[in-house]
């Protein structure tokens, strides 16, 4: 487990065996792997809506799945991974959509799509989240850069969540989002861009 994602980490520098905020380790895993299927996600959906084809549930569920991985908002493990169950079958479903009209999602983004089996089996999830979390990224620069973003996302989609639930919805914002989480996941972006 690494967390520094608020202003009370343990020792000011990040929670790595518990969160000052009670979440376990379990759920940092499991609320990592939402933020890794909402990048495959952002990957496929932003294809396909060049061709004009979008789909409000993965946008909801992007920004569903940002919002309940922001600090102290969900330690509930059990509800976290049946999002995950959900988000893994909406980015197969939408991968498989992009196949059949000839687009290209591997790439640099092939490390996205970590085959279905891995992440409906639990402890094999547990595992993947540990190596995909906050310190995947080695180069510390890249990574606070990386983590920035990916906060100041979290913090969008809980106001974009909260506007659509009062039936205000503007599509610019979820590409906004999800061309960044695309973004912090291409290795050719350098330091600058991002």
């Known amino acids: ?53 979008k789909d409000t549930k993965v946008d909801y569920f992007i920004l569903n799945s940002l919002f309940a991985t922001i600090t102290n908002a969900n330690f509930d493990t059990k509800k976290l991974y049946s999002m995950v169950e959900n988000g893994v079958n909406l980015r197969d479903e939408l991968h498989a959509k992009c196949i059949e009209k000839n687009l290209e999602v ?45 906060y100041g996302l979290k913090g969008m989609a809980a106001y974009l969540e909260h506007a659509a639930n009062l039936g205000y919805e503007n599509e610019e914002n979820i590409v906004f989002v999800e061309k960044a989480l695309c973004d912090i996941e291409n290795p050719n972006k350098t330091v600058e861009e991002l």
């Open 1 to 53: 487990m690494f967390c520094y994602q608020c202003q009370e980490t343990a020792k000011n520098t990040g929670c790595t065996v518990r969160g000052v905020c009670g979440k376990i380790p379990v759920e940092a895993r499991v609320e990592d792997l939402l933020v890794y299927l909402s990048k495959g996600l952002s990957v496929c959906s932003s294809k396909l809506r060049h061709l004009g084809l």
């Open 106 to 150: 591997e790439g640099f983004y092939e490390h996205l799509f970590e085959p279905k089996e891995v992440i409906l089996d639990f402890e094999k999830s547990l595992e993947f989240a540990e190596t995909n979390g906050v310190l995947r990224t080695s180069d510390v620069d890249r990574r606070s850069l990386v983590e920035t973003v990916t």
